[in-house]
């Protein structure tokens, strides 16, 4: 009678990872080659047929003519295997110790390996049925397989190389770690800074230094201090304002501090902190990419504006004013509007920058004395007369930096006659309502009396062209610095209304 059984597992199936072949359950793939072999026919493991097993790297260095192991530098060597499931068919031979079982196969070159436990078990020829009981939690036996020596060549220095660099490693570990740390500490203390007066963070000038990279990067100057850029750990990049040699440096940095430290507009520069360390005050700012309109109104090598790039930027300038005189909590006066202070975004939207001249004015006070400020040519006659100011000093202020936007030409220091109220590089392309309309504001806005100009919100208005605008009468500061004949030119060839 014939009996046949299947295996229960796939390392009970005999030869099924062929000759030296080492086969693990519950793996995939389940055959693999120890040390020192290869797949014999890689092609057929790769359709996971494994029959073919396993081939040597290097030949073993016997002796064909007597079959004995020759003694020298070059004899082969046992590299250990454990927690395996011995092959079949072993030999038993006479051994006192593990040593002698050793040099019983190394003597033979047709033995391929041995294994000693209380006795001594040599194979010879191919191994058959090696199995990794690693995995099976079954535990196993171990076993010497015979190698080349060169297999094993360089296995000191390779040690060596290995300490080296995993000393190497090590150091280099600690190095990061360390830099990580730093790194960590750095970005929590900057994201954990103290909130102050809503939304503005307290920095320490460590912090700022950190940021600017030691103030490395300057990106312009002005009376009060220099800018620098920086970058926050976020990757968000500020403009960081070094207030140098004010001599009322303390009133003025709590007024830009306690002023634009919650306003949020997006014609205003929205203040994001400041530092406040002994004699040094810092603040830091949003980031414009464009920097100054002065720099796109009256330098050639920044290209001319659009008149409708222009026109947007005095209304939103105007939006922007608006917005501190009448929007805020408290009345909020600029002082010192001028187009140095009026920064561009990407998209060339404006932002009022540059609070320090402002002061907080409540609104139970309809004026404010102060003492002289601003920049000549900008300054409204009520700042040059020394009596008290309302909001419509920035209005007289806008009016100004207004004319200069349409003409591009500088209202102080520019005597020339360039042909006209409208910058002659537009060719043509402004629009001739906007401009009569913007040359008017401007010409309100100017007026010696403060009773005759116009609130920023006004000012919005016309602009929008929501409400019409009357044809303003000449103002003495006009006067003063063109003749008569030749301010006429602001309406000539423009229709009335």
């Known amino acids: 009678m014939l ?3 299947e295996p229960k597992k796939q390392c009970d199936v005999h030869a099924v990872c062929g000759p030296f ?24 493991w790769q359709q996971d047929d494994h029959t073919a097993g396993c081939a040597r790297n290097t030949a073993l260095a016997c002796s064909a003519q007597d079959g004995h192991q020759k003694k020298s530098k070059n004899e082969d060597k046992f590299c250990p295997m454990s927690s395996v499931r011995l092959p079949s068919n072993a030999q038993s031979a006479a051994a006192a110790s593990a040593r002698d079982c050793e040099l019983a196969c190394l003597g033979n070159c047709s033995c391929t390996a041995y294994s000693y436990s209380g006795g001594c078990s040599l194979w010879y020829g191919d191994l058959i049925n090696l199995q990794d009981t690693t995995s099976g939690g079954t535990g196993g036996s171990s076993i010497w ?7 094993f060549s360089g296995t000191r220095n390779t040690k060596k190389l290995v300490i080296g660099l995993a000393v190497a490693g090590f150091v280099a570990a600690v190095t990061v770690i360390v830099l990580a740390a730093v790194f960590v500490l750095r970005c929590r203390r900057m994201r954990s800074l103290k909130r102050v007066e809503g939304s503005l963070m307290a920095f320490t000038y460590r912090d700022l230094q950190f940021v600017t990279k030691n103030f490395s990067e300057k990106l312009g100057g002005g009376a009060f201090g220099s800018v620098f850029k920086g970058s926050l750990p976020d990757a968000t990049l500020v403009a960081v304002k070094k207030l140098e040699g004010v001599r009322q440096g303390e009133k003025q940095f709590r007024a830009e501090v306690s002023t634009i430290g919650t306003i949020q507009h997006v014609n205003l520069i929205r203040l994001l902190g400041f530092c406040s360390e002994k004699t040094r005050r810092l603040l830091v700012y949003e980031h414009m990419p464009r920097g100054s309109m002065d720099r796109h109104l009256f330098e050639t090598r920044h290209g001319v504006l659009s008149w409708e790039t222009r026109y947007q930027i005095a209304l939103g300038i105007a939006r922007g004013l608006d917005y501190l005189h009448e929007k805020c909590r408290d009345c909020i006066i600029h002082c ?6 009026i920064l561009l975004d990407e998209a060339f939207v404006p932002k009022v920058a540059d609070f320090g001249l402002a002061k907080l004015m409540g609104r139970d006070f309809s004026r404010v004395l102060t003492t002289m400020r601003g920049t000549v040519g900008y300054l409204a006659p009520e700042w040059i007369a020394g009596t008290a100011i309302t909001t419509k000093a920035d209005v007289f202020s806008y009016g100004m930096m207004l004319f ?12 020339d006659d360039a042909g006209g109220a409208v910058d002659g590089r537009l060719g043509g392309s402004a629009d001739a309502a906007e401009v009569e309309r913007a040359c008017k504001v401007a010409c309100w806005c100017v007026q010696d009396a403060e009773s005759l100009r116009p609130s920023m919100g006004m000012v919005v208005q016309v602009l929008e062209g929501l409400v019409d605008v009357n044809v303003p009468p000449i103002p003495r500061s006009l006067k003063v610095l063109a003749d008569p004949s030749k301010y006429v030119q602001f309406f000539s060839g423009l229709p009335s209304t």
Do not use: H, M, Y
């Open 3 to 5: 009996f046949w059984s």
């Open 21 to 44: 072949g080492v086969c693990t359950e519950n793996a995939l793939p389940s055959c693999s080659c120890p040390r020192g072999f290869r797949e014999r026919r890689p092609a057929e």
């Open 145 to 151: 397989i015979r190698l080349a020596a060169p297999e």
């Open 336 to 341: 010192d509007i001028k187009p140095e202070n």
């Open 404 to 415: 200069e936007i349409v003409s591009w030409r500088r209202n102080v220091g520019q005597r």
